[in-house]
Protein backbone atom coordinates (compact mmCIF):
# COMPACT_ATOMS: atom_id res chain seq x y z
CA UNK A 1 0.00 0.00 0.00
CA UNK A 2 1.40 3.70 -1.41
CA UNK A 3 1.12 5.99 1.61
CA UNK A 4 3.13 9.63 1.67
CA UNK A 5 2.63 11.14 5.43
CA UNK A 6 3.21 15.00 5.51
CA UNK A 7 4.27 16.61 9.28
CA UNK A 8 5.71 19.13 11.00
CA UNK A 9 3.19 22.22 9.41
CA UNK A 10 1.78 24.49 11.87
CA UNK A 11 1.24 27.99 12.65
CA UNK A 12 4.35 30.70 12.83
CA UNK A 13 5.23 34.22 12.51
CA UNK A 14 6.31 35.90 9.27
CA UNK A 15 9.86 35.55 9.06
CA UNK A 16 10.27 31.96 11.04
CA UNK A 17 11.09 28.88 10.29
CA UNK A 18 9.61 25.53 9.45
CA UNK A 19 10.79 21.99 8.86
CA UNK A 20 8.35 19.27 6.44
CA UNK A 21 8.85 15.92 6.26
CA UNK A 22 7.27 13.76 3.83
CA UNK A 23 7.64 9.59 4.90
CA UNK A 24 7.59 7.06 2.03
CA UNK A 25 6.03 3.68 1.86
CA UNK A 26 4.73 1.23 -0.33
CA UNK A 27 7.30 1.79 -3.12
CA UNK A 28 10.64 2.01 -4.58
CA UNK A 29 11.53 5.90 -3.04
CA UNK A 30 14.78 6.05 -4.26
CA UNK A 31 13.37 5.31 -8.15
CA UNK A 32 11.41 8.01 -7.78
CA UNK A 33 11.68 11.88 -7.84
CA UNK A 34 9.96 13.88 -5.13
CA UNK A 35 8.12 17.06 -5.65
CA UNK A 36 6.23 19.45 -2.77
CA UNK A 37 3.19 21.39 -4.09
CA UNK A 38 1.01 24.03 -2.19
CA UNK A 39 -2.21 24.82 -2.77
CA UNK A 40 -3.74 28.15 -0.88
CA UNK A 41 -7.02 29.32 -0.90
CA UNK A 42 -8.86 29.85 -4.10
CA UNK A 43 -5.61 29.44 -6.22
CA UNK A 44 -4.04 26.57 -7.84
CA UNK A 45 -1.90 23.84 -6.69
CA UNK A 46 2.03 24.67 -7.62
CA UNK A 47 5.11 23.10 -7.77
CA UNK A 48 7.62 24.93 -4.76
CA UNK A 49 10.31 22.70 -5.04
CA UNK A 50 11.46 18.96 -6.85
CA UNK A 51 14.13 17.06 -6.60
CA UNK A 52 15.27 13.87 -8.57
CA UNK A 53 15.44 9.82 -7.43
CA UNK A 54 19.32 10.21 -6.41
CA UNK A 55 18.98 13.86 -4.99
CA UNK A 56 21.57 15.39 -7.32
CA UNK A 57 19.04 17.92 -8.58
CA UNK A 58 16.66 20.45 -7.17
CA UNK A 59 14.39 23.24 -8.36
CA UNK A 60 12.58 25.68 -7.10
CA UNK A 61 9.40 27.87 -7.52
CA UNK A 62 11.04 31.50 -7.96
CA UNK A 63 8.63 32.67 -5.00
CA UNK A 64 10.64 30.44 -2.74
CA UNK A 65 14.42 30.44 -4.23
CA UNK A 66 16.54 31.07 -1.53
CA UNK A 67 14.59 30.52 1.23
CA UNK A 68 13.60 27.32 0.62
CA UNK A 69 15.45 24.22 0.46
CA UNK A 70 14.20 20.25 -0.25
CA UNK A 71 16.17 17.53 0.41
CA UNK A 72 15.64 13.69 1.02
CA UNK A 73 17.00 10.10 2.47
CA UNK A 74 16.61 7.77 0.29
CA UNK A 75 17.97 5.21 3.13
CA UNK A 76 15.03 6.13 5.45
CA UNK A 77 12.20 6.77 2.34
CA UNK A 78 12.01 10.80 3.69
CA UNK A 79 12.00 14.05 1.79
CA UNK A 80 11.99 17.38 3.48
CA UNK A 81 11.40 21.21 3.14
CA UNK A 82 12.93 23.46 5.25
CA UNK A 83 11.19 26.78 4.48
CA UNK A 84 13.05 30.05 6.33
CA UNK A 85 12.23 33.38 6.17
CA UNK A 86 8.48 32.50 5.77
CA UNK A 87 6.03 35.18 4.93
CA UNK A 88 2.19 35.32 4.55
CA UNK A 89 1.94 34.31 0.99
CA UNK A 90 3.46 31.15 2.19
CA UNK A 91 0.00 29.79 3.50
CA UNK A 92 -1.02 26.82 1.82
CA UNK A 93 -1.52 23.61 2.03
CA UNK A 94 1.46 21.50 1.54
CA UNK A 95 1.42 18.35 -0.81
CA UNK A 96 4.36 15.66 -1.03
CA UNK A 97 4.48 13.94 -4.39
CA UNK A 98 6.27 11.10 -5.67
CA UNK A 99 6.57 10.60 -9.64
CA UNK A 100 8.13 7.96 -11.40
CA UNK A 101 8.66 8.56 -14.73
CA UNK A 102 10.06 5.77 -17.49
CA UNK A 103 9.44 4.53 -21.06
CA UNK A 104 5.37 3.74 -21.12
CA UNK A 105 4.97 3.60 -17.29
CA UNK A 106 4.22 6.62 -15.22
CA UNK A 107 3.43 6.48 -11.46
CA UNK A 108 2.16 9.63 -9.74
CA UNK A 109 1.56 9.59 -5.77
CA UNK A 110 0.53 11.98 -3.52
CA UNK A 111 0.04 12.56 0.49
CA UNK A 112 -2.96 14.20 2.41
CA UNK A 113 -1.12 17.87 3.05
CA UNK A 114 0.03 19.15 6.30
CA UNK A 115 -1.52 22.80 6.77
CA UNK A 116 1.37 26.40 6.91
CA UNK A 117 -0.29 29.33 7.95
CA UNK A 118 2.28 32.20 8.16
CA UNK A 119 0.70 34.78 10.29
CA UNK A 120 1.50 37.36 13.23
Known amino acids: QVQLVESGGGLVQPGGSLRLSCAASGFTFSNYAMNWYRQAPGKERELVAA????????KYADSVKGRFTISRDNAKKLVYLEMNSLKPEDTAVYYC?????????????WGQGTQVTVSS
Open 51 to 58: ITSAGGST
Open 97 to 109: NALFSGGPYKYDY
